[in-house]
């Protein structure tokens, strides 16, 4: 089988829908959506749409447990700021239909071989997996591979008997995943990696090269990361416009 996976679409429709049709031009046979599929962005609504629709796995961010209530809205920013502000929008826009649906979802999978995870194996919506704690996390992780979002960027460890070693990635290029237990970040679709820009003048500064999403060969065992160029300057006015548009 053939995965597509990928997280922190961050309700931004033109990003979402540039993996999607990636992916499709790829031919994968699922999608798995790692979380946060609201938060930040203009376009809650839809993203929550097209992930119910397409996504085989559809787990839960911390951004979208604001949206079910489960989170206040300023656990995310001030009050006023346009991160809580987002987390508000998307209170008020989601049928309920949808909501009902996200509060069924989890922040953690499991497929066959494969763990998924929002955060990471030890805090399933809240950790942030770096090179600090990658070591830790593959210990506790019970699959050959795991998955993780969050910190919207894209890297790859592999166990050693000392602990993990960080692979490069190189987008395009496949990675064997042999050799012990591999734990994978796709990296973002609607949201910058962290930048001092800021989150809008960044995502405007990272589109060019693309939202990326992650092609999985499980039978292969092998991984390309890949990226979908696309124009972020509509969502930027669509969020300029609902008063989303800040650092």
């Known amino acids: 089988m053939v995965v597509a996976a990928f997280g922190d679409a ?34 809650p609504e839809h993203v929550v749409a097209r992930t119910r629709e397409r996504c085989a796995v559809a787990l839960m961010g911390n951004h979208d447990y604001g949206a079910t209530g489960a989170a206040e809205p300023t656990r995310f920013g001030e009050p006023g700021s346009p991160a809580a ?10 049928p309920g239909a949808a909501v009902e649906w996200m509060r ?6 499991r497929r066959a071989d494969v763990q998924c995870w929002h955060g990471g194996p030890r805090n399933a919506v809240h950790e942030y997996v770096g090179p ?6 593959l210990a506790v992780q019970r699959a050959g591979l795991g998955l993780v979002g969050h910190t919207h960027v894209a890297a790859a460890w592999q166990q050693t008997r000392s602990g ?9 290029e496949p990675l064997e995943l042999a050799g012990g237990k591999w734990l994978l970040n796709p990296g973002a679709v609607g949201a910058p990696a962290p930048s001092r820009l800021g989150w809008w003048n960044a995502l405007a500064a990272q589109a060019a090269y693309g939202a990326y999403w992650l092609l999985l060969d499980l039978e292969r065992r092998a991984a390309t990361w890949q990226r979908a160029p696309y124009d972020p300057a509509p969502a930027r006015e ?10």
């Not at 993990?164 to 395009?172: H, M, N, S």
């Open 10 to 43: 961050h309700a931004h429709a033109e990003a979402f829908e540039a993996v999607l049709g990636a992916a499709a031009a790829r031919g994968v046979d699922e999608l798995w959506s790692l979380g946060d599929m609201i938060g930040r962005g203009p376009d």
């Open 85 to 94: 502000r987002s987390i508000e929008l998307a209170r008020e826009r989601l």
């Open 104 to 109: 069924s979802r989890k922040p953690a999978a």
């Open 132 to 137: 600090s704690n990658a070591a830790a996390c």
């Open 164 to 172: 993990a070693r960080a692979v490069r990635i190189r987008v395009g």
């Open 238 to 247: 669509r969020a300029r416009a609902l008063g989303l548009d800040g650092s």
